[in-house]
């Protein structure tokens, strides 16, 4: 009997301390409750309602433990209420599951939500400075970061005049037949200077040059007035390249008709040349240039006579001045 009896005393005092100890954990969680402003946190601290996930990027969700257990403190409730700093956007947030909540605990663990995705920038990346100015980025860039891009030089333009016509002048050494040279009869020519006049157009005038000229010729000093003098037609072809200097080279022809003196009897006679120039047209003004050439031409004249046809030839060098457009 007084076995029995000390026993029950014995559970009587370990129900009254339990019980003593449940109602000032009790009293001491409700002073906690009356001191919190957040209705969410009472709500969860009292057992209320079960607490849902934080939102995204508010940081791990708190779920209240599990199998019971002593409510957190006042300032571990409060500390929970605060709202954590933002992470960076685009950040993951990895939540991990409270202490003390496993599977076995039966109480099952509250999924993190996902994070909210970033919407896309709807406006284009700005261009960087080297890529704005046309130059590459990166190493290439230079120690400066930009290098302007490197203008082309521009292509050099066609020359845009080419010879059309021109005047000029030359002087044309040649021979007086049947005279008598160092006084002696020995049948040898004299010689006899002409000044020549030439008007000539270039129907073709690009990289090829060719020429139509009508000449004047007369002898110096008479100006055909008692003196030798003659009337051609040449024709030039050849090839040139244009520029403000414009050199050339061609070959040249003609023939025409070439009145004679001869002790004071005017002889009908033909004339008819072959040879070649060299030269440069130099551009002065827009179209107007100044012509100068050197030549070498074969001089033929016939002569009709009482005793024949006669044929003098001559091998001379000639030069010529001239203008144009």
Known sequence: MTRW???????????????????????????????????????????AEAMPASPAGAGAAMVPPAGGGRAPSSSAAVDAGRAPSAPP?????????S??????????????????PVAPSSAAPAASAPEALGAPAGP????????????EPPAAEAWPYAPRAEVSWRHLPLFRPGAQQDGQANGKVSDEGFSVLTGRIFPTSSFLRFGLAFDFGWEDGRFAVNGDYFLA???????????????FVEALG??????RLQTGVSVPSAIWFFGGEGGADFYVASRLYVHASLGFVRVVNGLAQVSGFTLLHEDTWTFRLGFGI
């Open 99 to 116: 202490r003390g909540t496993s599977p076995a605990s039966g109480a099952s663990p509250v999924a993190p939500l996902p994070a909210a």
């Open 5 to 47: 009896t000390g026993a029950a005393l014995l559970a009587l005092a370990t129900v009254w301390g339990t019980g003593t100890a449940l109602a000032e954990d009790a009293s001491s969680a409700k002073g906690n409750l009356d001191r919190l402003d957040d209705p969410k946190i009472v709500r969860r601290l009292s057992g």
């Open 140 to 151: 290439e860039a230079g120690s400066a970061g930009v290098v302007a891009a490197r203008a």
């Open 89 to 97: 956007a685009g950040a993951s947030v990895a939540t991990t599951p």
């Open 254 to 259: 003609g023939g025409g008709y070439m009145r």
């Open 233 to 247: 037609e040449t024709t030039s072809f050849g090839v040139q390249r244009l520029g403000r200097v414009t050199p």
